[in-house]
């Protein structure tokens, strides 16, 4: 600790970092210091020493702690200084050296080639101070740049030498590559390899320089080449704000959507969730189910700058259930019907658990969306289908009551809001199908949470009348008395009821008392 304490780097990020935040002022800092100087001072001269010093011996802890004095204030804050000067040194010599790399075979070096020397001294200066001149050739800019043939403006066989400097720039190296392209006749190859931000840059460079052919080059390598995500984004806001308007539209038609796209959304959506809902490949299914649902879940706050997000509708969604609960139904219709020694039966019985699962599919992407409520209701109207489920064997129908569970999880959440009488048929015709496939359910799948199940059915339990709670929960005791673990353990909501009906109640009437006096006038 002492070691790490007496770290002098550390103390220096530290306290730099406070005076920048202005936690330590300017005034406190010199006030430190001078108080520190005093203070030494004062510890030397024997005069002021109100007592006589301790004696240690050189071999002692404490005499080596005091001959190593922690650093002041400005002697870190000087550290610090020397150290970004150091970074700043070197990123300059680093830069140096990559413009020089780009100098060593620019074509304006060849005097043979252009005729002669240049006759132009162009000077680019950075915001940093780091410049750079060269000898170009006027022929070359003005021909190549409409703002250097107005810069470079003369008449015709006066021999004048120019020189023009450009200062402030953003970046000096990508300024001196863009004029090394406009030496260059195949502008477009010269970018072959290039990195997608450095040909940013130089867009952006030509353009300030009106560098048509450079321009070109640069759009035409934009379109071709693939993005990331990152490169994307910074590509969309580099022509946004170059406004270079129908030369990017190339380049832009990888991310612009038609204006047709709107009204075909929602087709586009039914196709592929209804491949999901058919597909053949179980693996394929699966994956593709948690890349669908990831996408629909992705924030829309995130794509505010492209537009208004498209989406799949509720009325696509609420046709898939509609269709889904159709082929259930079919399904468990056929199977009450089969032969248990038939072999087609556990074809038929995996048929129920895939419409089961795809239910439960479309129910995630409504809660999350906040359209389930109408879901609720339509699966405690499936009067029929709890029906047929009684008669097929747990093992087959315990995928059906994972939906019960699911709904239950969401309301007690606070997910799903529903009138209490569509809460109470939902547990009414879905509770003890629940119950007798609890177990099952348990057992057979590693993604059911049975904490999370129970306290999601405690919850909607106790979101009910008192009467009704009781006569549910009256119905749980006794089962749950015979069956144990099988049967969903919802003590906490038995718990709550129980002080509702017996404790509480009696506290309040027991407290609430009116009184009505008359007082004459």
């Known amino acids: 600790m002492a070691a790490e304490n007496n770290n002098p780097y550390k103390k220096s990020k530290e306290v730099s970092a406070m005076i920048k935040q202005g936690f330590i002022s300017d005034h406190f800092l010199h006030h430190q210091s001078r108080s520190q100087i005093s ?23 404490t005499a080596t702690r005091l001959t190593r004095q922690s650093p002041t204030l400005l002697d870190m804050m000087s550290e610090e200084q020397t150290r970004e000067s150091k970074q700043s040194v070197e990123a300059r010599h680093k830069l140096q050296e990559r413009v020089s790399k780009v100098l060593e075979t620019a074509p304006f070096r060849n005097p043979g080639n252009w005729g002669g020397f240049g006759d132009v001294k ?53 300024y001196v590559e863009t004029l090394v392209l406009m030496y260059c006749d195949d502008l477009l190859r010269r970018l072959i390899g290039e990195q997608v931000s450095k040909v940013l840059g130089l867009l952006k460079v030509s353009a300030a ?58 087709d586009i959506f039914l196709k592929l969730l209804t491949g999901v809902l058919e597909a053949k490949d179980d693996k394929s299914r699966r994956e593709m189910k948690t890349l669908i649902s990831r996408l629909l879940r992705e924030d829309a706050s995130s794509c505010n700058n492209y537009g208004n997000r498209l989406d799949v509708s509720k009325d696509t969604l609420y046709h898939l259930c509609h269709g889904c609960l159709s082929s259930l139904v079919l399904c468990l219709s056929e199977a009450t019907c089969v032969d248990e020694s038939r072999k087609d039966r556990g ?27 109408e879901f609720v209701k339509l699966w405690a109207d499936q009067k029929e289908l709890a029906i047929l489920h009684s008669k097929i064997p747990t093992m087959y129908r315990h995928e059906i009551s994972r939906i019960t569970a699911q709904l239950c999880v969401a309301i007690g959440r606070g997910h799903i809001l529903v009138p209490k009488d569509i809460r109470y048929s939902l547990l009414d015709t879905w509770l003890e199908a629940l119950y007798e496939d609890f ?23 106790l979101t009910l009348p008192l009467p009704q709670q009781q006569a549910i929960l009256l119905n749980w005791f006794h089962r749950f008395l015979n069956k144990g673990d099988d049967c969903p353990n919802i003590q906490r909501a038995f718990e709550v009821w129980w002080r509702r009906a017996f404790i509480r109640q009696y506290m309040a009437e027991s407290q609430l008392q009116i009184t009505v006096s008359d007082y004459p006038n």
């Open 39 to 61: 203070v030494a001072r004062v510890s030397l001269s024997p005069s002021r020493s109100l007592s006589p010093p301790p004696s240690f011996s050189s071999d002692s802890p």
């Open 122 to 174: 162009l000077t680019i200066a950075g915001r940093d101070g780091f410049k750079v001149s060269m000898d170009v050739h006027r022929r070359v800019l003005a021909d190549r740049s409409r703002f250097f043939a107005e810069k470079l403006r003369r008449n015709d066989g006066a021999a004048v030498s120019h020189s023009v400097e450009i200062c402030d720039c953003d970046d000096v190296e990508v």
């Open 209 to 266: 320089i009106m560098f048509d052919a450079g321009i070109v080059a640069c759009l035409e390598y934009l379109e071709a080449v693939p993005w990331s995500e990152e490169e994307e984004g910074k590509v969309i806001s580099h022509l946004i704000y170059l406004q270079l308007h129908d030369s990017a539209a190339e380049v832009l038609k990888r991310v612009s959507a038609p204006p047709s796209m709107s009204s075909r959304a929602d």
């Open 347 to 373: 074809v038929l019985m995996g048929e129920i658990a895939r419409e089961a699962d795809n239910i439960q599919w479309i129910v995630d992407i409504l809660i999350h969306k906040k359209m389930g409520d």
């Open 439 to 461: 177990g099952w359910m348990k057992r057979a799948s590693r993604s059911v949470d049975k904490k999370l199940v129970e306290d999601g059915l405690s919850q909607t339990i």
